[in-house]
């Protein structure tokens, strides 16, 4: 069985203001739509992605801001922090774990919770693929991820 992630659905509180803000930050608008009264549906793919995210009105009861840990994987973490912050878009400082391990994001912050774990400022020191992270939210506070990968590990 072949299964492909598609679509997430946000939940927010303001949907142009979210529009806007996911205009800014280079993700491609692809619908805007309202159904009939009561129903928006706000559909954008981030760049070079094939998943996409939907918002609007109508879509979902879920509290606005209780999406976290969506991970967006870049080749240059740097270049893609550069990028974020040259469009307006407030991101974290790029970071990497103490441990070599990444264990989520939560309102906001990431979260550490196993022994060893600490997350220490900069770029792995190594450089390793999937060892360098950073993150941002949105307006509702939705929590993004950006991890660099550089090169995937077997079966990627």
């Not at 070599?100 to 400022?121: I, K, N, P, Y």
Request: glycine content about 14%.
């Amino acid at each position: 069985m072949n299964l492909k992630l598609e679509m997430i659905v946000l939940p927010v509180s303001d949907t142009d203001r979210a529009k806007a803000f996911y205009e800014k930050a280079g993700f491609r608008l692809d619908v805007d739509y309202t159904a009939d009264e009561g129903v928006r549906i706000v559909h954008f793919t981030p760049s070079g992605s094939e998943c996409s995210i939907i918002f609007g009105e109508g879509l979902t009861p879920v509290a606005p801001g209780s999406v976290q840990g969506l991970y967006l994987i870049v080749s240059d973490i740097e270049e893609a922090r550069a990028e974020l912050v040259g469009r307006g878009i407030e991101v974290g400082e790029i970071f990497h774990d103490a441990g070599g391990l990444f264990h989520g994001h939560a309102g906001g912050d990431v979260t550490h919770s196993g022994l060893g774990q600490e997350r220490l400022a900069g770029l792995h020191p190594e450089r390793a693929s999937y060892g360098s992270f950073l993150t941002f939210s949105d307006p509702d506070g939705n929590g993004w991820v950006l991890q660099e990968v550089s090169q995937r590990l077997p079966g990627r």
